[in-house]
């Protein structure tokens, strides 16, 4: 029986850092573990041309323990103002790996996102003509459509269309939680990449409902049905490449969790290498892990993997805590509902 597993550092292919004190107290949680990571740009005000970008590397940078040792990977928020001339300015540079397209309200601090896609033609037109992915958050925000219905519209009304309109545009599905991302995925080609988070692969609807609402189980997407989140895990595990590991780490105080209309978002990046070998082991599929934490988003991505490792090893049940402190209060870590067996060495 494994009971030890070196692989590649991985990275995490869709990370929420914030800024600020926040950014310096939640930072440390994924440059303990990941060589790289697409930062995503929805601060406040958002991250939407280069010179914004850059600075925000700089914060990320200086705010990094063991500089050097951690490359975040820049994006820019779309916005039907983005100028196409910036975006590809930003792309030829080396600054930006990504752009990020939010619709307009989908989740935390998307209010400035696309309502209008014929606005933003001209900047997709731009990224398929340069080879520059769109990342994107894939619901619709209609309220005839059901919250848990909202990834699957999304992908017929939206993403496919905007897809056939714009040939050659590389597309990254954020954070797929439903057969029907997995299976457009799989299907689409190697134009199309897809994440899968942490948590989407550990807890299913029931997880946030039953027994009274679990408040740190609410993230955007939904959690969904127990036959999605098993599709999920059947994707993650498969040794496809078309799937790698975005976590959609997402900090918020536990004040803003816990309260009467609580933010959206897990934070995973604590102890995520520890639950995706659990989850893997569970799987079968061990072998399979290097894959898809350190080189499927690599080899989308046109980067090469990292040049370092981790160790990861099975003993007695790993302690993580339960809190990360921050000037402005604590916020919680994700909870798997289960033991964790593989520790990360140090």
């Known amino acids: 029986m494994t009971d030890t597993l070196t692989i590649c550092r991985p990275d995490d292919w869709h990370l929420h850092l ?30 939407v041309t280069g010179a914004q970008a850059l600075a925000y590397r700089e914060r990320i940078l200086a705010a990094a323990p063991g500089v050097g040792l951690f490359e975040p990977l820049m994006t820019l928020y779309l916005t039907e103002d983005t100028d196409p001339a910036d975006v590809a300015e930003a792309h030829a540079s080396g600054l930006i790996k990504a752009v990020k397209l939010y619709p307009a309200g989908a989740t935390t601090n998307s209010a400035s996102g696309v309502n209008d896609f014929d606005k933003v033609r001209p900047v997709l037109e731009k990224m398929a003509q340069i080879g520059l992915p769109l990342c ?6 209609r309220d005839d459509v059901d919250i848990f219905d909202r990834e699957a519209v999304f992908i017929d009304t939206v993403l496919d269309p905007l ?8 597309v990254v599905m954020e954070h797929i939680t439903t057969k029907d991302g997995v299976d457009y995925a799989r299907d689409a080609g190697p134009s199309v990449g897809a994440t899968i988070t942490t948590h989407h692969l550990v807890i299913n609807r029931n997880h946030l409902l039953v027994g009274g609402i679990k ?6 997407p939904l959690a969904k ?12 595990t498969s040794g496809d490449p078309t799937f790698f590991l975005g976590t959609d780490s997402a900090p918020h105080l536990d004040k803003d969790k816990e ?13 995520t290498m520890s639950i995706l070998a659990e989850v ?9 892990l290097e894959g898809f934490t350190a080189h499927h988003g690599p080899a989308f991505y046109g ?9 990861l090893t099975k003993g007695s049940p790993v302690p993580y805590p339960a809190k990360i402190d921050t000037p402005e209060g604590p916020l919680t870590v994700f909870d798997p509902g289960f033991a964790l067996h593989w520790r990360v060495e140090a």
């Open 18 to 47: 914030r800024d600020g004190a926040m950014l310096k107290a939640v930072l440390p949680e994924t440059v303990r573990h990941f060589g790289r990571a697409i930062i995503m740009p929805n601060l406040v005000p958002p991250v």
């Open 136 to 141: 994107v958050h894939g619901e619709v925000v």
């Open 163 to 170: 897809r056939r309109a714009t040939p050659g545009l590389r």
């Open 215 to 220: 408040p740190h189980y609410y993230c955007l």
């Open 225 to 236: 049905r127990e036959t999605h989140r098993l599709a999920l895990r059947a994707a993650a």
């Open 259 to 271: 309260s009467a209309c609580g933010c959206a978002g897990c934070f995973t990046a604590t102890n």
């Open 280 to 288: 893997f082991e569970q799987e079968g599929a061990l072998d399979k």
């Open 303 to 311: 980067l090469p993997v990292n040049e370092t490792t981790i160790t």
